[in-house]
Nanobody, 121 residues
Framework: QVQLVESGGGLVQPGGSLRLSCVASGRISRLNTMGWYRQAPGKQRELVADITSSGWASVADSVKGRFTISRDNAKNMLWLQMNSLKPEDTAVYYC???????????????WGQGTQVTVSS
């Protein structure tokens, strides 16, 4: 089975930085588009940034200029560099891929377990 495992969350002061990592475990041949979503208490899950397997990236307007998404296809890894963090960035951040090819089978809509990011003084 394909699993996505996030790390790098934590508590940071406003204006600080964090780097989230996501690794896809298993003998994966290919990952399609990958992304980061977040969900704050009482709010819907929202897309923060995503990146295609070719490297085309897009980020939400709310984080543009502060967050950068990147990936390494050879290592099946995804990152989210978050700078100039604000209290409103506080949320659980989830790694996601819309499709993975693993042992001759396609798996769709795979989510990680999430990592908490708290921005507070």
């Amino acid at each position: 089975q394909v699993q996505l495992v996030e790390s790098g969350g934590g508590l940071v002061q406003p204006g600080g930085s964090l780097r989230l990592s996501c690794v896809a475990s298993g003998r994966i041949s290919r990952l399609n588009t990958m992304g980061w979503y977040r969900q704050a208490p009482g709010k819907q899950r929202e897309l923060v940034a995503d990146i295609t397997s070719s490297g085309w990236a897009s980020v939400a307007d709310s984080v543009k200029g502060r967050f950068t998404i990147s990936r390494d296809n050879a290592k099946n890894m995804l990152w989210l560099q978050m700078n100039s963090l604000k209290p409103e960035d506080t949320a659980v951040y989830y790694c996601y891929t819309d499709r993975a090819y693993y042992s001759g089978t396609y798996y769709n809509n795979i989510w990680g377990q999430g990592t908490q990011v708290t921005v507070s003084s």
